[in-house]
């Protein structure tokens, strides 16, 4: 279950910004980085990266312009990698490179974290008392 909140806060953040340009053309629709679909590529816990197996990487968080996030992740079968189940939560943009994921399970909480984008690759850094984990995840 942790990992699930912890790939909410992975996905985080949407918003749409209007903002007039210089040359007085009028307002301008800024997408927020965060909105697409995602897998993650590598995580890190306390600085030690933690292999991934090959079904954790069949995982995809789509997050949407409607501040909603939905995921899939999968699990080893007898046959290969099979749906393990699926989420859902909101997100929000909270400045300052900052996002908030709440999951849609009641018995999850709300997860903030750092998030930075460099091209397709969107870096997710949470730290609570256990210490920091990190995603690295790759727009596909």
Known sequence: MKKIVLLFAAISTIMISCQSDDDGAGP???QDPFVG???I???FENGVEVMQEACDLEETIIIKDDMKLSGTYYM???SGCTVGG???????????N???VTSDDPEATSTEATVTFSGNTMTVIINDE????KQVLTRV
């Open 76 to 78: 080893m079968g007898t």
């Open 28 to 30: 301008v629709d800024m």
């Open 41 to 43: 590529t590598q995580e």
């Open 86 to 96: 699926t989420y859902t939560g909101t997100w929000e943009n909270l400045g300052n």
């Open 130 to 133: 256990e210490g920091e984990f």
């Open 98 to 100: 900052k996002y908030k």
């Open 37 to 39: 679909t995602w897998k």
